[in-house]
């Protein structure tokens, strides 16, 4: 459902005054302490960030890709973990129950997942199966009137706080490819369901992964989403479409956020008797920075429309995904460079953020393997 204009102008004024008053300062001690307050994450849920793309019937705000993608962008702004701790009830947790759920599930998860009572995780990378998410090991073997889950799932964002995991599983042996996997909800606490500890990351301090493991972990069959298998692949796929643009939402927003520091800083900061901001080394630096955001931001809000009107967007989805977050790396590798000494030190933040957006490259679909996507539908595109 598209909102009206002034509602929609409402909501993301809401999450801008949030972002920049509320969640800008507590950045350092987030990544200080590795955990995100209580109190925040209580707002969060009365603002109903959590079920953002939930559809209203379930509780959630049923936005548009379009809306979806604004409210990334302002929360980009901030230190990812914010947006790391709604992220996956948003996206890769949620949409598979949303596109390919039985009525059932949707009812039975959904609205909690809206209100951010129960947190879900996206369980398909594991430690042999990463960029060829096919090839994954984790078995499902029919028992009866359930299956039994075995297998290591690793880097799963949102673990520790899960209370219910989408896990993808190969329930056909024979296969061993995409055709031989389906999707599972599997609740936190069933029997046979344990965390690894918790995972030491170069940055996004505050937002938490860990393995997962299953050993003979027996969910009910009614437990596949769908009810069908073998459409877990798909599913995941275009999970992720969504979820790469999403992400490139957020990137967009975390090069406007290093963009501002860099322009104030550099306004301040005076070298040769006048603030650096009138060099043009400098400036070629800001411009750069600024054209590559702003390129970033005009395909995300087009690819987001293209979407909201039905089209397929796999392919510039990738596009997105690997342009924005590629961008990103850049505008934060010239902020430190425009910050300089300052941009190495740990109390401006700027380092911070540098590490924190190493990781867009790399997950929901590395830069490569958006490559491979964008160049394999192109030639499958031209050749019919
Ligand atoms: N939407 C719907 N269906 C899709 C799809 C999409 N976006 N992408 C693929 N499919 C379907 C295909 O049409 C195919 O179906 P059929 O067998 O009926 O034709 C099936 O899924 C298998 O697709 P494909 O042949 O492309 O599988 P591959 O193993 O070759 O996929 C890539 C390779 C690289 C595309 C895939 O493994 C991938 O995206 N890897 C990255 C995973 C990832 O992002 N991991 C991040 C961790 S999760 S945070």
Known sequence: MALDNETLEQLIGTVRRFVRERLVPLEHQIAEND??????ITEMRQMGLFGLSIPEAYGGLELSMQEEVLVALELGYTSPAFRSLIGTNNGIGSQGIIIDGTEEQKQKYLPRMASGELVVSFALTEPEAGSDAASLRTTARRDGDSYVING?????TNAPAAGLFTVFARTDPESAGAKGVSAFLVEAGTP??????MD??????????????????RVPADAIIGGKEGQGFKTAMKVLDRGRLHMSAVCVGAARRLLEESLRYASERRQFGKPIVEFQLVQAMIADSRAESYAAECMVKETARRKDAGLDVST???????????????????AVQIHGGAGYIADYGIERFYRDVRLFRIYEGTTQI?????????ARDFAH
């Open 370 to 378: 958006q490559q491979i996507l964008i160049a394999r539908n192109l």
């Open 152 to 156: 290591t799932k690793r880097f799963i």
């Open 316 to 334: 510039d989805a990738a596009c997105c995904k690997m342009y924005a977050s590629e961008m990103v790396g850049r505008v934060a590798d010239r």
């Open 35 to 40: 955990a995100i307050p209580p109190e925040i």
């Open 200 to 217: 030491r990351k170069m940055g996004q301090r505050g937002a938490h992964t860990c393995d997962v493991i299953f050993r003979d972990c």
């Open 192 to 197: 046979g369901l344990s965390l690894g500890p």
